[in-house]
């Protein structure tokens, strides 16, 4: 069979993850790359050791050679994007939240069954040997019934009224802006992890930082501490900074999450503890080679990753030997590596299990963000 090749839309932060990703595999090649403007298109493959580049994204979707395209882009493109690719049938690896609104997603799930193409979303943080302890953990029984699910989700890059980025604005991001940006990681994970569905929730929002100063021409990375006061215009913030939801889940767990990206010092903190009648789990992306199991009998632990040491089910999920960290970027490669291996298995018309989330979890996720947003306008429950 052929290496299977890709296209990379999208060269920002995560799209250079992806392509490394793909190259880590073995049996992928990335083969183009499209960005937004043709001397960005040039000047990002040259740092990626690409030959072919666009600015239009029509080339690589029409190419009968590309077999896969990732998407990679702000999130308004997601949809128009995803759709025309799986049209064009190619699979599509999309980065998460799916789409801008549920009725773009459930259009999404609708053409990638009709085009029978493999449609996933990028929910990496599915793929960490720790996070898939976690969920053996739950399925073997061994925390008991699940109670009480917690935790946060916290960055502090947008700290400063002057840190700017398209996810501030609504026809970029979506109407909710840390809930779909960091939310969706946390509430897939917790779901993916108990098996427990979020049924009713509540939630509270807090906008820190109503003003923004939004630079008038494009900044490098880091440039931004040396611009002046002319450099910027002022401009109103119509999402949220800051949201706390409290979750009620199907079976007896209750739970509660908080989401932000103006708390300084957390700079991509997703924490998440279960726990259970018989005992408690808890892990964040920071330190994510660690797992903390509590207990109420005895002492609690500290696991470290180990292939040696984590359930015998989920030991494929750790490449290296205990001791040798897996970070955010394996947990990217082994993300793309069940997508690839899916699509190499022709797992569709072999009706095989899937391993990663789908355009269907993307769309759960899409409908759990209108109930939050819901609940924060009229600052009441409301059933998912
Ligand atoms: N799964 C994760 O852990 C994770 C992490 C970061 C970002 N993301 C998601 O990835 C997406 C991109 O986020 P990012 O942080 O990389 O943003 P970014 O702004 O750093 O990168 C986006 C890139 O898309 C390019 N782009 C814009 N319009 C385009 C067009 N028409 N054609 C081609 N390229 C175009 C931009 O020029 C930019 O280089 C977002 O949806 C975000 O939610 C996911």
Redesign the pocket.
């Known amino acids: 069979m052929h290496k299977l090749r890709t296209a990379v839309?999208?060269?920002?932060?995560?799209?250079p993850a992806h392509v490394e990703a793909v190259r880590r595999l073995g049996f992928a090649e990335v083969v183009a790359l499209?960005?937004?403007l043709p001397e960005?298109a040039k000047a990002k493959a040259e740092q990626l050791g690409l030959t072919r580049y666009t600015s239009n994204?029509d080339e690589v979707l029409t190419d009968p050679d590309i077999d896969i395209v990732h998407v990679?882009?702000?999130?308004h493109?997601?949809y128009p994007v995803a759709k025309k690719a799986l049209e064009a049938g190619k699979h599509v690896l999309c980065?998460?939240?799916l789409a801008m609104t549920s009725a773009e997603g459930e259009d999404l799930v609708k053409t990638a069954r009709a085009a029978k193409k493999v449609a996933a979303v990028?929910f990496?943080n599915r793929c960490y040997p720790l996070t898939r302890h976690m969920r053996a953990l739950v399925e073997t029984g061994e925390l008991g019934e699940i109670i009480v699910c917690n935790g946060v989700y916290l960055q502090d890059w947008l700290f400063f009224p002057t840190d700017y980025n398209?996810r501030l604005e609504p026809e970029f991001s979506g109407e909710t802006r840390v809930v779909g940006?960091l939310g969706s990681?946390w509430l897939d994970l917790c779901e993916f992890i108990t098996g427990c569905r979020v049924k009713e929730l509540c939630a509270d929002f807090a906008t820190f930082i109503p003003v923004r100063q939004k630079p008038k021409k494009q900044v490098e990375a880091f440039a931004g501490k040396i611009l002046t006061s002319d450099d910027y215009e002022l401009v109103p913030v119509k999402t949220e900074d800051y949201a706390a939801i409290m979750l009620r889940f199907d079976g007896k767990a209750r739970g509660n999450v908080t989401i932000s990206n103006v708390t300084a010092g957390r700079k991509n903190y997703l924490n998440i503890e279960i726990y259970g009648t018989k005992k408690a789990v808890g892990w964040n992306s920071e330190n994510p080679n660690e797992l903390w199991i509590g207990r109420r009998e005895a002492n609690n632990e500290i696991l470290i990753k180990d292939p040696s040491l984590i359930h015998a089910s989920v030991r494929h999920f750790c490449d290296l030997p205990g001791g040798h960290a897996e970070g955010f970027d394996t947990a990217i490669k082994q993300t793309v590596r069940r997508v690839y291996a899916y699509i190499a298995a022709d797992g569709i018309a072999k009706g095989l299990p899937v391993d990663f989330a789908t355009f269907e979890d993307g769309l759960r996720e899409l409908r759990l963000c209108d109930a939050i947003v819901k609940s924060a306008r009229e600052n009441r429950w409301v059933q998912v």
């Open positions: 839309i999208g060269a920002g932060f995560i799209g499209a960005e937004v960005v994204i990679c882009t702000p999130n493109l997601h980065e998460k939240p990028h990496n398209w940006d990681h």
